[in-house]
């Protein structure tokens, strides 16, 4: 949705936007040709391979108004204030957030992330490390690790809740009961244990029945949603009035987020309803520009397929 995202953004020559959800690079490299040599684009990603494969464009293309960083967007405050500490200190006029997959990581055998391709069990977009409850070691949070740690119940939860899996309970026994006999390491062990826990007509249904699992596997390996809310929170924080926020989604467990955290803020009070006065101190910092989701036109989704379930918000800091 390149057209329609920069319709609403209007860059402008001079401005500096964020592109949170580097990718490809078509956003970023779009807006650095608009805001031109006085503006810049920061680019974020947490995929190394994507930050190097768009930091060849921008060599070849000798653009020097983009700067790329290996990151989390839900560090896109931190990000921009220290592209400030540049002495940049320009406003920021717009962010846009891609959140879906990019074609590079569905095709890239070795990532984990298509159920059509046989590869280890990592949908992580980087090497995640947390710290155990005693605080004694670290774990690489892998898929495989998900799937073959967790107890059958939060295995059933996370199916249930990031994939909206109406079989979540059949699949989570399903593995539950094939990680006993050996470690469940491949996308396509996965796939086979998904298509012997679902019924016949689910098997040959409209939809891969192995889609709604992979969609939550990943969202949980990746903190998907959690790192969403964050990034929403500290985008507002950094933008300057009238610039605007545009949020592509692809699944309406995102959509839902970036739906309600748009209502929110466009309300000056966000006591509950029978509150007898005001106590939240809330103030009012965005106006939704987009009254409705935006879809991709039928064009786009001829030459483009996985387009057919984009829907794109926009609001403005005020």
């Keep these: ?122 949908m992580s977009f980087a090497h995640t490390r947390i710290d155990t409850d005693e605080g004694r070691m670290n774990t690489d949070i892998t898929t495989e690790y998900i799937i073959n ?23 989570a026994k399903k593995i539950a009961v094939s990680r006993r006999d050996k470690k469940i390491k491949t996308t396509k062990e996965l796939v086979e244990i998904i298509k012997q826990a679902v019924p016949g007509a689910y098997r040959h249904g409209r939809i891969h029945p192995a889609t709604r699992t992979f969609q939550a596997l990943r969202i949980a390996t990746n903190d998907e949603l959690g790192s969403l809310s964050t990034a929403l929170d500290a985008a507002v924080k950094i933008l300057s009035p009238r610039g605007r926020i545009a949020v592509v989604s692809y699944h309406s467990l995102e959509d839902r987020i970036v739906k309600r955290f748009f209502k929110r803020e466009s309300k000056g009070c966000i006591c509950p309803p029978k509150a007898p006065a005001c106590v939240c101190n809330h103030k009012l910092t965005l106006k939704i520009i987009t009254k409705k989701i935006v879809k991709p036109s039928e064009e786009e989704i001829k030459i483009n397929p996985r387009a057919r379930s984009a829907k794109l918000r926009v609001a403005e800091r005020v």
């Design 149 to 171: 740690n967790s107890r059958e119940y939060e295995l059933e939860r996370i199916l249930r809740e990031y994939g909206e899996e109406r079989f979540a309970r059949q699949i």
């Design 1 to 122: 949705m390149l057209r329609e995202v920069l319709e609403y953004l209007e860059p402008r020559p001079g401005q500096v936007f964020i592109d949170g959800t580097l990718g490809g690079g078509g956003y970023t490299l779009a807006l650095a040709d608009a805001v031109g040599k006085d503006g810049h684009v920061l680019g974020i990603d947490l995929d190394k391979t994507a930050i190097e494969q768009v930091a060849r464009l921008i060599a070849n293309a000798k653009l020097a108004n983009v700067s790329l960083y290996n990151d989390n967007f839900k560090n896109i405050d931190k990000i921009y204030k220290e592209f400030l500490k540049k002495g940049q200190g320009k406003a920021l006029y717009g962010i846009v957030f891609d959140l879906g997959l990019s074609s590079a990581q569905l095709a890239n055998p070795s990532r984990g992330f298509s159920f059509q391709l046989d590869a280890p069990l990592n």
